[in-house]
């Protein structure tokens, strides 16, 4: 059988109704649940979900569309209070920070889901632009990011499930994602120099 969750978006946004994009597969699989849920992976998901699946879904179900996806998000760092609750939110390992300490977004690594938006009790983050449903744009971003927001996923699993083993990343990926620290905390200090003028 087609691996069902390789059709999906990985973006593990949780708009489908379910916790991850590995957890909407299953209850496809499983529960027949229908392929129409996915609206950040448009008509190219529902069409690849539709052939597995031997649907007819015609278009993504209504109480599961959104207008637009978000391409990432921001925090205002002015306005952030540290209380890391966007960090725990976050599925993909995307935001860097600590208690009580700013936070930032690694951009090359949020997948837009914006699970962090909801529980931050100061308003202080924002999509940083956004995609019209279905389009091109946004299929082919998606399209073409998957493979890295899979893998992160992935990562963030392995790490909250075995704590008691450590994660060995690939030396590659630590300087990559040191590189992003680094650029992020770059960008952070540049904008609060420009507002210090």
């Known amino acids: 059988m087609t691996d069902l ?11 489908c109704g379910f916790v991850s994009c590995d957890a909407y597969a299953d209850a496809m699989r499983l529960d027949k649940t229908p392929g129409d849920r996915c609206a950040p992976g448009g008509s190219r998901v529902l069409h690849e979900l539709n052939r597995a699946l031997g649907q007819q879904n015609r278009e993504v179900d209504p109480s599961y569309f959104h207008e637009t996806i978000a391409r990432g998000v921001a925090i205002d760092e002015n306005s952030c209070i540290g209380c890391a609750l966007c960090i725990k ?37 924002t999509p940083t632009s956004v995609f019209e449903f279905d389009s091109l ?33 690939p030396v590659d990926d630590r300087s990559e ?21």
């Open 89 to 125: 939110a976050c599925p993909v390992d995307a935001i860097v920070g600590s208690g009580k300490v700013m936070h930032t977004v690694i951009l090359e690594a949020c997948t837009g889901c914006e699970l962090c938006r909801p529980v931050c009790p100061v308003d202080c983050i």
């Open 137 to 169: 744009d946004e299929l082919e971003e998606i399209a073409t990011r998957k493979p890295a927001f899979r893998k992160q996923w992935l990562r963030q699993q392995t790490r909250l499930q075995g704590r008691q083993t450590p994660v060995v990343v």
């Open 5 to 15: 969750s390789a059709l999906l978006p990985q973006l593990q946004c949780q708009r």
């Open 177 to 197: 994602r040191q590189r992003q620290i680094e650029a992020s905390v770059g960008r952070v200090r540049a904008r609060r120099r420009t507002d210090s003028l």
